[in-house]
């Protein structure tokens, strides 16, 4: 069965330092993955999209970006982190792009 | 927006009565997904509905779809305490630049008294 691995479960980090969040998935091969970040009592804003190694869109323009060194690889990655990237990081994947969406248990980050 | 936007924000009722909360979203779909968020964890997927399909049903849940009005529904039936939790809808946007991007609403708070 396929399971997705995220971490870590929890992060505070000062202003202005890096950022590495980690994210694997076992059991599937050439999955879609994806990078959401949720805010306080929000929706989940889509950050990163990608449907194979190297391969990574990106829906918002910040401080944040992906990679994807492995098939079943996601990083999250910042080289300076701001007060307003504190939030709830979700990884998911997919099987297609029209298939549901299996999400990791999430990083509440907190940026001080 | 893409996103989907949910209604009401917040619900409460008693156990044993029924749940509707409703998706509106603007854009052509190729499907319309509902899932639920347990306090402090990640989403879990309930139902995939496509966009020629009007109906489905999955357990106690019963989700519709709408796409002249560009909306859907979702109703869980003889609710539980254990329903207790945040349920999202998504919407997968029906163009080729997009495929595969899901976009989520604000979400609808469910509260389930016993």
């Known amino acids: 069965s396929q399971t997705i691995h995220q971490w870590p479960a929890t992060l505070v980090q000062p202003v202005g330092s890096p950022l590495s969040l980690e994210c694997t998935v076992e059991?599937?091969?050439?999955?879609?993955l994806y990078w959401y970040r949720q805010a306080a009592g929000r929706g989940l804003q889509l950050l990163f999209y990608s449907v194979g190694i190297g391969q990574i869109s990106s829906e918002v323009p910040q401080n944040l970006s992906a990679s994807r060194p492995q098939d079943r690889q996601f990083i999250l990655s910042s080289k300076k982190l701001l007060l307003s990237d504190s939030g709830f990081y979700l990884c998911?994947?997919?099987?297609?792009?029209?298939?549901?969406?299996?999400f990791g248990n999430g990083t509440r980050l907190t940026v001080t | 927006s893409q996103q989907g936007e949910e209604d009401p924000q917040a619900l409460s009722i008693q156990e044993g009565e029924n749940a509707t909360m409703n998706c509106s979203y603007k854009?052509?779909?190729?499907?319309l997904q509902w899932y639920r968020q347990n306090s402090g964890r990640g989403l879990v997927h309930l139902i995939l509905i496509r966009s020629n399909e009007r109906e489905k049903h999955s357990g106690r849940l019963r989700v519709t779809l709408d796409t002249s009005k560009k909306s859907s529904s979702l109703l869980i039936t003889a609710s539980r305490a254990a329903d207790t939790a945040s349920y999202f809808c998504?919407?997968?946007?029906?163009?080729?630049?997009?495929?595969?991007?899901?976009?989520f609403g604000r979400g609808t708070q469910l509260t389930v008294w016993p």
């Open positions: 998911a994947w997919s099987v297609g792009w029209d298939s549901p969406l299996h």
């Open positions: 059991g599937t091969s050439n999955p879609n």
């Open positions: 998504a919407t997968a946007i029906d163009r080729g630049s997009t495929l595969g991007r899901l976009y």
């Open positions: 854009t052509s779909i190729n499907n």
